[in-house]
């Protein structure tokens, strides 16, 4: 390998990344070399093809070994003899060698700085020829990825279980094998300065409103100036119509089954490079709360258990407050024979029914959280066995009644119902303020919270999209499967996505409100 010169690589500054290819592959060497300097993981390999000078670049580690050796470096170097022979222009070089010597079955030719080292950070190997103001881009990615597995998070009785993992074009593979259809489109953005993040946003041209997909685009489009995207998570918290709003405006799952077929009903899928959760827009609150199960089960046990998961949903808010609220203010409203139990058991308890309802909800708030931090062997353990001890020393010690216990229980079963996570954090956290509500005002404060939570879900929207359609505004069609699950044959929530959405004052990028077409 040819060394490169102190002088040369001073004369390179970072500046210089989105400029041309100079063609000297000297210069371009120092270029590079300066550019990622302390690198020990970037590669050079100098050689000869016939009378020219060339140099491939990769990063050690992103790249496929066997396809750099056997299918860019063997094939070029074994076919010096030729090139030598036959080839005398630069120009007639690089067609032998894109035509014959080059065996990658994808081939790029790129002539400025910023493309080259776009191919670079993504696994791609570069092939500079001296002489020569263009770049080759060989596919020759080889970084290593996790399988594909199990849904972690949505899992179901019955159904497919593969899962997203944290490679982008396996993700997309896994939405191509089951949407096979040439309306599938994939348009592809690079968002973060320094991260790079590839971007894909996946809908069904044919199905899909044209002013959501617009929307999608110009505020992706608007993150290009952010210094790093992660993970979809932050993406989701930078396009959403309202950040403030506990409850989720996009939806994300990390079932690829789940996401085609909510692109069947309209919606749009963004897929995240290193994140195995795809984003899903528009999101309705009634489809936060429905399960794959609910439809790769029989109508009627799907109808069945949606209703028991709305039943669990509201044990899981209102429960404790109800509780509260009728204990301390409206004890004639509990049977004679209730009311005497409650009393007899609360009998010694130091503390109002509030604060009770406070500290058990906070602590298996506590074990819940201590449970997803532990061990998955023994996270499980400890919060059952957890819960145990202190439920019982709470009672033995005169801390709680026991009905506090119950309450507690079903409300934390219910909220076990939920069929996501983004669902289950607006229930969790809208209890305690319902909670004080219901120690200061009762049942009416119980009910001014309940309407206050109505209030903002009717003024909330999701890509112009009412959060509570197909309730508010009401569509007969499209609420016929909110909670009756229809059967195969009836189209769902296509009506919804495809009536033209109404963007909020400011929330358009270009601070002005849109008026679809």
């Not at 263009?134 to 593969?162: H, I, M, T, Y």
């Amino acid at each position: 390998m040819q060394k490169v010169r102190k002088a040369d690589l001073k004369a390179v500054t970072s500046s210089e990344k989105n400029a041309e290819i100079s063609g000297v592959l000297t210069q371009d060497i120092a270029h590079l070399q300066k550019l990622f300097e302390r690198c020990s993981d970037f590669v050079c390999r100098e050689f000869q093809i016939g009378s020219s000078k060339a140099a491939i670049f990769y990063f050690d580690g992103m790249v496929k070994t066997e396809t750099v050796n056997d299918e860019i470096l063997r094939s070029l170097i074994l076919e010096t003899r030729m090139a030598k022979s036959e080839q005398t222009e630069k120009n007639r070089l690089t067609d032998f060698l894109e035509q014959h010597a080059l065996t990658v079955g994808e081939i790029e030719r790129v002539d400025t700085w910023a493309e080259a080292l776009a191919a670079l950070y993504v696994g791609d190997t570069l092939l500079l020829l001296d002489g020569c103001e263009e770049a080759f881009v060989l596919n020759s990615k080889g970084f290593p990825q996790r399988s594909v597995d199990k849904a972690g998070n949505e899992k179901v009785l019955r159904g497919p279980e593969e899962a997203f993992n944290e490679t982008l074009r396996v993700n997309t593979a896994l939405i191509r094998k089951r949407v096979k259809s040439y309306n599938l489109k994939m348009e592809s953005l690079t968002l973060g300065v320094n991260t790079q993040t590839k971007v894909v946003l996946a809908y069904l041209e044919d199905v899909a409103n044209p002013s959501i997909v617009a929307e999608a685009k110009k505020r992706l489009e608007s993150l290009q100036g952010v210094k790093g995207i992660m993970e979809s998570s932050g993406i989701e918290q930078m396009i959403e119509d309202n950040p403030q709003s506990v409850f989720p405006q996009i939806q994300y799952s990390e079932r690829p089954d789940r996401v085609c077929q909510a692109m069947t009903e309209g919606r749009i899928a963004i897929l995240v490079d290193g994140s195995p959760n795809v984003l899903i827009i528009p999101a309705l609150l009634v489809q936060l709360l429905q399960s794959p199960d609910d439809y790769y089960n029989r109508a009627k046990a799907g109808t069945f258990m949606r209703f028991i998961r709305y039943i669990g949903i509201a044990v899981a808010l209102l429960f404790p407050s109800l509780y509260v609220a009728i204990t301390s203010y409206h004890p004639e409203m509990l049977p004679l024979n209730l009311l005497l139990s409650i009393a007899a058991a609360r009998e010694g308890v130091p503390f109002p029914a509030f604060v009770e309802a406070l500290l058990m909800a906070l602590a298996f708030e506590l074990l819940r959280e201590a449970s997803l931090r532990m061990p998955s062997a023994i996270g499980n353990t400890i919060g059952i066995v957890g819960a145990l001890v202190i439920g019982e020393a709470a009672v033995s010690a005169n801390l709680v009644a026991p009905q506090m216990i119950v309450v507690v229980s079903l409300t934390a079963i219910g909220s076990f119902t939920l069929p996501s996570i983004e669902a289950s954090y607006p229930v969790r956290l809208l209890r305690f303020p319902l909670m004080i509500l219901a120690a200061i005002l009762g049942l009416y404060g119980v009910m001014l919270g309940v309407i206050a939570i109505l209030i903002h879900l009717i003024k909330l929207k999701s890509f112009g999209y009412p959060y509570l359609a197909p309730l508010a505004p009401l569509s007969v069609s499209g609420a016929k499967d909110m909670f009756i699950r229809r059967s195969r044959k009836d189209v769902r929530q296509k009506v919804l996505f495809q009536q033209s959405p109404q963007y909020s004052v400011g929330r358009s990028l270009d601070g002005t409100k849109i008026i679809p077409e």
